[in-house]
């Protein structure tokens, strides 16, 4: 009888952890995000598994939440398969979060033509502006991929073209290669400009700035006057530029 009653005893809380486990990793039946969150934030790091599923389920409530990005990618880690399904539960109107979550999958393989398409079509505006008005116009402006040619013979391994991909938020990727190779090698850096507007010291002329808010540096700087982008890459040459041509938006 005594052995019984410790069964149940013991028993019983097994029970309710498992119970509380299988409800923590079925997500599908919450709808209320507020709800959902203080679930997710409830269960213990070690689980990535239960963590990762968690902040997928907030993402397809709330796509636009940069935190739920972040914690999804630290808890899913390379995981492309489950990143893609994340992304493609995104309504086709939310333009900006899709082209967020391909410039995401785009990071893990810069070579997918699918990730390519889909992010051309959602992160590059329907009507790119021609002109600058204010730094509230840049992340519209500077959105899509831009292609950076460094043909510096200091480099061991030859020349390098860097790809820099910009969202309208300002959140960038860059790619880097060499110039000889045909795929896309590796993302080089991620992260997001600070938009700022400032003057050449040698002219006065006026410019606008996107700068990597951890890097400092290189940045992005359009001509306010005839809105031309150059790459600065904070070195002085003596007898050269310190800025070069960007291209143009692919």
């Not at 995000?33 to 934030?41: D, G, M, P, Q, S």
């Amino acid at each position: 009888m005594l052995a019984k009653q410790l069964t149940s005893i013991f028993l019983i809380p097994v029970l309710v952890l498992c119970n509380n486990r299988a409800l923590a990793e079925d997500f599908s039946k919450y709808d209320n995000e507020a709800v959902l969150f203080k679930v997710v934030r409830g269960i213990p790091a070690a689980d990535r598994s239960a963590n990762a599923n968690g902040y997928a389920r907030l993402l397809a409530l709330n796509p636009d939440n940069e935190f739920y990005w972040s914690r999804f990618e630290r808890y899913s880690g390379a995981d492309e398969s489950a990143l893609f399904n994340v992304v493609r539960g995104i309504p086709a109107s939310n333009r900006s979060a899709n082209a967020n979550g391909y410039a995401r999958l785009l990071a893990l393989d810069p070579n997918n033509d699918l990730y390519k398409a889909k992010l051309e079509r959602y992160a590059v505006p329907k009507s790119r502006p021609r002109s600058l008005n204010s730094v509230s116009d840049l992340g519209s402006f500077l959105a899509g991929s831009w292609c950076i040619f460094d043909d510096d013979p200091t480099y061991v391994s030859g020349p390098y073209v860097e790809k820099l991909v910009v969202l309208a938020d300002g959140s960038y990727t860059l790619f880097s290669k060499r110039a000889s190779a045909l795929g896309w090698e590796s993302t080089r850096e991620k992260g997001k400009f600070a938009f700022g507007e400032g003057r050449y010291s040698e002219s006065g002329e006026k410019y606008f700035s996107a700068t990597p808010e951890y890097y400092g540096s290189p940045k992005l700087l359009v001509d306010a006057e005839d809105f031309s982008v150059s790459w600065h890459r904070g070195v002085r040459v003596v007898g050269a530029s310190d800025r070069d041509g960007c291209g143009k938006f692919e």
